[in-house]
């Protein structure tokens, strides 16, 4: 099985890259224009919804295509530590139980793709 996915890893990672952006993307979507459904209302004060959206929206954007990607993974990961933190982990310890396990993958994600870089099918042009 190595010998036949290790054939695909610069494809498999660029895949893993662009949906996990296209993915965070969607929430800055619905966070800034409530597509493709809008966030309950009062979830999070105003501002704090705006500058949320606009990381994950610009964010997602930039790692799906890879533009800038480190630096847009980075960011995108720090955030998701801080959404943890704030949204879920002082409610239990463990992930399952305060429903942060999304928030957790999205850290970890980015902040493995901040460590790896942009990767082929990239406007940064990473080579395999």
Known sequence: MAAF????????????R???GLLFMA?????????????????????????????????GAAIAVGFQ????AFL?????AVAYWMAHGLKHWAPLVNQG??????CFVFLYI?????????IDGGSR
């Open 69 to 72: 990607t480190r630096w847009a």
């Open 18 to 20: 662009i949906i996990a």
């Open 101 to 106: 396990e999304l928030a957790v993958l999205y």
């Open 27 to 59: 929430h800055g979507l619905q966070k800034i224009v409530g597509w493709p459904v809008a966030i309950p209302e009062g979830m999070m004060p105003e501002p704090l919804r705006w500058s949320a959206g606009l990381i994950e929206l610009l964010g």
């Open 76 to 80: 995108c990961s720090g955030m998701m």
């Open 5 to 16: 996915m290790g054939k695909f890893q610069a494809e498999i990672y660029a895949a893993l």
């Open 114 to 122: 901040a460590a790896k870089g942009p990767g082929i099918w990239s």
